[in-house]
Structures are given as structure tokens and as C-alpha cells.
């Protein structure tokens, strides 16, 4: 069953330090997400990605963020300079279509954690 | 903006006992998706069930039943025959219909199941 994959499981890293979080959707979705979960804390929102654009960002998205699909294949999330509150379970989703029947169903990668010291 | 409400940070059941978790939201739009997700320790994110708000059926995926209250905006899961497999933090969520389709999350219910 096809599934999205994300790489490294865990990534540590100084403060201060750029990060590349790396997602490998389902090969005929059409639709990216980037969510993230601080331990123990609801799952939020990050950005959303269709057809080679930001569609929709949350607050929690500024400047230090970026995502890109550099190959086609990849969908990458990346921290420019990363803060301690960063630290967080960083998830990536993808789904096929906006029709009705797709049910917007969104499947989710693995998680990366994130520990920023 | 929409938002998702789980009033129970954790419930408890004994195996092969029917639990039910609430969850409320808001919203203006009369067309959008509901989703429960379960988090076990793996953190992995994984679809339980969901409802689109224009079927007033409630959708049912085996041990699984949500009950789907439009105009009270509730959205509940039900599990029966509860398994130790089912212990795990259960995420309510909410989508649009529209084309911002991201997902809003509830807090979470941390489900216990008793042996």
C-alpha cells in the first residue's frame, strides 16, 4: 500500500542551524502539508502546497520557513535558522484531490522529530 | 476561523467495553469534513473514520461509529468491543470544503484500555 515517507526520523540540531526536513508523498497526490506537534500539544497546522505554490500558511509559517518540491518526487521543509521552540514532531501529509471523492482524506507520514538544543 | 474542541484529556475502558469520545467544533460553513484520527506511541497519525457534513448518515468503519449532531456540532466516537490496540490519543479534526484544506485538530483524548 502506498504510503508518504519522511527522512531523518530525528533530526538534532543547534540553535541557530538551518534544517531540512524531507517528505516523500504518495506519487499521485496532488496536495502537501507540513503539520507540527510540540509534545504533548495539539497538532497544528503549517502550510499547505499544490501545484508548485504555498496554497494557504499559518502563522506559525514566517520567514524562517520554506517548502519546496525540488524533484517532483520530494516535498522538503526547510528552517532557516532553527529556535529552541522549534522543537517539535513535524509531520507531512498529502491527499489526492479536492473532490468529493476523495474525502479530502490526508495520509500522513511518519514524523520527523526535531530537537533543537 | 474554525476551531475543534475535546473536553476529555483521557478516558479509560476496559477491554471489550463501548467508550465514547466527544468532540465539538465551530464554524460557519454548512459544507466540510470531519475526521478522528488515533496518535498511539508511535506517533504515527492514522485515519479512524470520517463524516462529510452533507450525508446525515453516520459513518461507521467496523468497531468504529461516529455521532454526527450538524446542528448541535458535535462529533463523536464511538468504539465497542474495545481492544489494548485501540489505546491511544485520538485526535478530532475539522476540514473545509473549500480550497483551504488543511486539517484543524482538537487537543486530544488519551483512551486508556483496561485488560
Known amino acids: 500500500e502506498p504510503e508518504v515517507t519522511q527522512t531523518p526520523s530525528h533530526q538534532v540540531t543547534q540553535m541557530g542551524q538551518e534544517v531540512i526536513l524531507r517528505c516523500v508523498p504518495i506519487s499521485n497526490h496532488l496536495y502537501f502539508y507540513w503539520y507540527r506537534q510540540i509534545l504533548g500539544q495539539k497538532v497544528e497546522f503549517l502550510v499547505s502546497f499544490y501545484n508548485n505554490e504555498i496554497s494557504e500558511k499559518s502563522e506559525i509559517f514566517d520567514d524562517q520557513f520554506s517548502v519546496e518540491r525540488p524533484d517532483g518526487s520530494n516535498f522538503t521543509l526547510k528552517i532557516r535558522s532553527t529556535k529552541l521552540e522549534d522543537s517539535a514532531m513535524y509531520f507531512c501529509?498529502?491527499?489526492?484531490?479536492?473532490?468529493?471523492?476523495?474525502?479530502?482524506?490526508?495520509?500522513f507520514g511518519p514524523g520527523t522529530r526535531l530537537t533543537v538544543l | 476561523a474554525q476551531t475543534v474542541t475535546q473536553s476529555q484529556p483521557e478516558m479509560s475502558v476496559q477491554e471489550a467495553e463501548t467508550v465514547t469520545l466527544s468532540c465539538t467544533y465551530d464554524t460557519s460553513e454548512s459544507d466540510y469534513y470531519l475526521f478522528w484520527y488515533k496518535q498511539p506511541p508511535s506517533r504515527q497519525m492514522i485515519l479512524v473514520i470520517r463524516?462529510?457534513?452533507?450525508?446525515?448518515q453516520n459513518a461507521t468503519e467496523n468497531r468504529f461509529s461516529v455521532n454526527f449532531q450538524k446542528a448541535a456540532k458535535s462529533f463523536s466516537l464511538k468504539i465497542s468491543d474495545s481492544q489494548l490496540g485501540d489505546a491511544a490519543m485520538y485526535f478530532c479534526?475539522?476540514?473545509?470544503?473549500?480550497?483551504?484544506?488543511?486539517?484543524?485538530f482538537g487537543s486530544g483524548t488519551q483512551l486508556t484500555v483496561l485488560p
Open positions: 501529509a498529502s491527499s489526492n484531490s479536492p473532490s468529493r471523492l476523495a474525502h479530502n482524506e490526508q495520509f
Open positions: 479534526a475539522y476540514s473545509s470544503s473549500g480550497s483551504a484544506r488543511q486539517l484543524t
Open positions: 463524516q462529510e457534513a452533507y450525508k446525515q
